[in-house]
């Protein structure tokens, strides 16, 4: 099989995932129970007539997917006048809607927040990365020393720290120290030039410092393992007999070869990071998506909830395709997929 | 290997734990600053309202600007107060009403500076306020009062229309005078009615279409006539605001202030601590005594107009079984359950046992005769034999004369200490034969059993009401469960007659007895097991800021901010 012919595949199978997601999105958060108009206007001075007013605003007058009493009637058009051809139309628009809350455009409030979770889910994600490949090398080379025992005694135990417990011990350790909330302190701009952009440096270390803790132990514990295989492997008892050096040997032969599974976990762990950025946005007030997925689902906010969930799987899907386009070019035998 | 692995472990867990401990242990307890009861609350209103905070406080003009952080868990939904429902304290911010809400009890003249009523009480006549800017710097005059009145009688501000309830016409007779005719009379207009009846300006609002206006999230939608002007809102972050130099009142103590938003209450609590935030808004319970111990921090107990209680399903559709519409029962439950233990588990001690609907910062309005039943099993107990209801096969739980058990469905909001009061209640209900195991939901799923369904038994719940009594006693009426209002689905033609009666009433007391008579039939029926009163617990930093009284019930209203603020540096 061709190598274009896997990835049209893989493309054709991540626009599919993508189109069940649209879907699945929509019906998901209709199954919740409650009514968005009376968690956004909870206010008791509501009256009926402004009640039944949103509803109409917000379009949840109309039936959910299929007008039945006007399919009966024999009003075939008309009965799919419905909240969800309103949402694929509008979707397939580009429109993702307005928040029933704010009252703003859904991609703008996301363009707003998207960068803000791709900073701290980068940030988090790299030093992770570093750290936990050292590390996870180092393990594997003093393997069964006090210090394999040492790293691999932390690696488990951070691998056990529910985020949001860890985040609160780090705040209340760096109390007076560092900002424990927000991004920036307010009334900075991005026009106060270096002013701006070293507080929101200071805002960032707890939240990312959280979240590296937490995913490092992943990457140690993987990159041990495989190092480890690979250091069991013939040629590198051969390598080690023609007198190469430890340092070239880990960096040339075994770091290539345990390049496979990292892929694999990095890609994975793209999707458990957002997850866990809800609970590190949450704990330090970080105002990015997990921040607003969070307060969009106590709201039954639909278009934002709707709108994140499909950002949440493009980036998913994306990061998938990206793995498998790097496999590939990684490891030949990758191809029949 | 051993003992360095141990260490690790040491370092890795009890030295957090222990820096955890320190940092909740500080230096010295600090006093804590009781707000007066709502029944010295009137003496207390009047003497200092002569003597503005202003002038005691010391000359800040040359100074750096006064700042005051807030932390706050939540801001509010939307600027647009068409659309906004949250953050009714912080709009007030932005806007006046002809007239101004003071104490928890008090009014005075706001934009209006005096008012005449006709006769038969249906014709109100404003004189209003001259030389009163909005913060673009238009003039401020009866037209805009009309025109904004007319404006929310349409409904175009969905928020504020039941504030022009039952207001048939208003119109401006000269640029002074507003009269305002009413279809039939009302005992609420100085209590209820105006203070939320905000003025908005003409010059920003006319033009706009219904869905411009529902599409208005912009700064100049707060436009108003208020002491703060917005700088900046960021949703889910903070929100800026500056002094209103030319406040009809005189120009705020504090010339700005910024309210943080926080995620978590814990790091909310920390930022204070560190003096990051110098206000919080809502103490979570676990951080009282930290902060009581802690230097610098004062810990502020104030009357709330919240009621806890437990909702009784009594609607006649209602799913509830037969024993539970049935008063001996519900007398019963009441004399079981121990109010001050929930108190003091759910609420730390900070709240009343109640006996009404109404509460104590409602003053006078509460009927003094109905007093708080007891805990008292036994009592019970003894009510249940006498009904009737008792164990005959000997399961610990009691049947009713068709051999029905007293089994109910008992549910709450996940939240707070929501889950360990309830367990409090179905212990409580255990002890005298009635199973009622605790169900947890979310609050949007509690909603949903409530009409058209009435689709459970019991329900423990919380109101915040209008200073007014009224608003109180409308959740009961039959009307309000078409509003979406009753949670119990009660509905009683007598009540609602006494209830409208006191609508009506000019004179205070016959409005008195006629809504002393509401809270008896509510007594009698009881479609509340009415819990307890929370108090509103706040806390500041003192060594910025001092609040001098506390009367109003919340240290960020509009009142205690421009009379009750003292500075420390």
């Not at chain 1, 605003?57 to 009637?73: I, M, N, S, Y």
């Not at chain 1, 140690?220 to 040997?249: N, P, W």
């Not at chain 2, 003894?382 to 005959?392: K, P, S, W």
């Amino acid at each position: 099989m061709q190598r274009s012919d896997y990835l049209i595949r893989k493309v054709l199978f991540g626009l599919v995932t993508l189109a069940v997601v649209v879907g699945f999105n929509f019906f998901l958060f209709r199954i919740l129970p409650g009514d968005p108009v009376k968690s956004i206007a909870r206010s008791p001075r509501l009256t009926q007539e402004a009640r039944e007013k949103l509803r109409i605003e917000f379009g949840l007058d109309k039936p959910v997917f299929l007008d039945v009493e006007r399919l009966g009637k024999g009003d075939v058009i008309g009965a799919f006048d419905t909240q969800f051809t309103a949402y694929v139309s509008a979707l397939a628009h580009g429109n993702l809607g307005i928040s029933f809350r704010s009252r703003r455009a859904v991609s703008e409030v996301l363009a707003e927040r998207v960068w803000r979770t791709v900073v701290l889910v980068a940030a988090g994600e790299m030093l992770a990365l570093v750290l936990g490949t050292a590390l996870g090398l180092i393990s594997a080379w003093r393997r069964g020393t006090r210090v394999d025992m040492g790293i691999l005694l932390w690696a488990l135990f951070c691998w056990g720290l529910p985020t949001f417990f860890l985040g609160i011990i780090l705040l209340i350790l760096a109390q007076g120290l560092l900002p424990v909330g927000g991004m920036v302190t307010p009334g900075l701009k991005p026009e106060n030039g270096w002013a701006y952009w070293s507080d929101v440096g200071k805002h960032l270390i707890l939240p990312t410092l959280t979240m590296a803790i937490i995913y490092t132990s992943a990457y140690i514990l993987i990159m041990r393992s495989s190092v480890m295989e690979v250091l069991s492997e013939d040629y590198i008892l051969t390598a080690k007999a023609k007198g190469m050096s430890t340092f070239r040997i880990l960096g040339s032969e075994a770091l290539k070869n345990a390049i496979l599974p990292m892929v694999t976990m990095i890609a994975l762990n793209l999707a458990y990071t957002v997850g866990g950025a809800i609970q590190v946005e949450t704990v330090f007030s970080w105002p990015g998506i997990g921040r607003l997925m969070y307060e969009a689902v106590t709201m039954r906010d639909y278009p934002v909830l709707q709108g994140t969930f499909l950002l949440l799987a493009v980036a998913v899907i994306a990061a998938n395709l990206a793995a498998d386009i790097l496999y590939s070019m990684l490891d030949p035998r990758v191809k029949a997929g | 290997m051993k003992t360095i692995i141990w260490k690790d472990l040491i370092g890795m867990i009890v030295l957090p734990m222990l820096a955890a401990a320190l940092a909740a242990c500080g230096a010295p307890a600090t006093p804590i600053t009781e707000a007066p009861s709502a029944t010295e609350a009137p003496t207390q209103a009047a003497a200092p309202s002569e003597a503005p905070a202003a002038t005691e406080a010391p000359p800040s003009a040359e100074a750096e600007p006064v700042t005051l952080r807030v932390g706050a868990t939540t801001i509010w939904d939307a600027i647009n107060p068409a659309t906004g429902w949250e953050g009714y304290n912080l709009r007030y911010w932005f806007y006046d009403g002809l007239i101004e809400w003071t104490e928890l009890q008090g009014f005075e003249p706001g934009l209006a500076e005096s008012w005449q009523v006709s006769e038969d009480g249906l014709v109100w006549t404003f004189k209003i306020r001259e030389g009163v800017t909005f913060h673009d710097g238009t003039p401020m005059t009866a037209d805009d009062v009309a025109w904004s009145m007319n404006l929310l009688m349409q409904g175009k501000i969905g928020p504020l229309e039941l504030y022009v309830q039952g207001f048939k016409e208003v119109v401006a007779l000269d640029p002074t005078t507003v009269q305002i005719t009413l279809s039939e009379p009302t005992a609420l207009m100085e209590t209820a009615r105006l203070h939320y009846a905000w003025i908005l300006p003409r010059s920003v609002w006319e033009g706009k279409t219904d869905e411009e206006i529902l599409e208005f999230e912009d700064p100049a939608a707060l436009i108003g006539t208020g002491p703060y002007k917005l700088v900046e809102y960021v949703e889910d972050e903070h929100m800026i605001v500056e002094a209103n130099e030319n406040y009809y009142r005189g120009k705020p103590v504090i010339d700005r202030i910024v309210i943080q938003q926080y995620a978590t209450e814990d790091a909310m609590v920390q930022a204070l601590l560190s003096g990051e935030v110098d206000l919080i808004d809502e103490v979570p319970l676990t951080a009282v005594q930290p902060l009581l111990d802690a230097q610098n921090v004062e810990v502020v107990i104030m009357d709330s107009l919240s009621l806890i209680d437990l909702v009784i399903n009594s609607n006649v559709n209602g799913t509830q079984p037969e024993s539970l519409n049935d008063p001996a029962v519900r007398l019963a439950l009441e004399y079981a359950i121990d109010k001050q233990k929930i108190i003091d588990v759910g609420y730390a001690g900070y709240g009343e046992a109640a006996s009404s609907p109404l509460v104590p910062a409602m003053g006078d309005w509460v009927n003094p005769n109905i007093q708080p039943i007891p805990h008292d099993p036994d009592e019970a107990n003894r009510i249940l034999e006498e009904a009737g209801y008792l164990d005959g096969n000997g399961d610990g739980i009691r049947e009713d004369a068709d051999g029905n058990p007293l089994e109910y469905r008992l549910y709450a909001e996940e939240t707070g200490t929501y889950a360990r009061i309830l367990e409090i209640i179905s212990d409580n209900l255990a002890e005298i034969g009635i199973s009622a195991p605790p169900t947890l939901m979310d609050g949007d799923s509690l909603y949903d059993l409530l009409e058209p369904d009435w689709d459970f038994d019991m329900i423990l719940w919380q109101w915040g009401w209008d200073p007014d009594p009224d608003f109180a006693l409308y959740v009961f009426t039959c009307n309000a469960i078409a509003d979406y209002l009753s949670d119990s689905g009660y509905c009683n033609e007598a009540y609602d007659e006494v209830y409208k009666a006191q609508g009506n009433a000019l004179d205070p007391e016959e409005r008195k007895q006629l809504i002393w008579q509401a809270q008896e039939i509510l007594f009698e029926d009881r479609p509340y097991i009415n819990l307890l009163y929370p108090k509103t617990v706040q806390a500041y930093r003192s060594d910025r800021f001092n609040f001098t009284n506390l009367s109003a019930g919340d240290l960020l209203k509009k009142w205690t901010l421009m009379k009750y603020v003292l500075l420390m540096e």
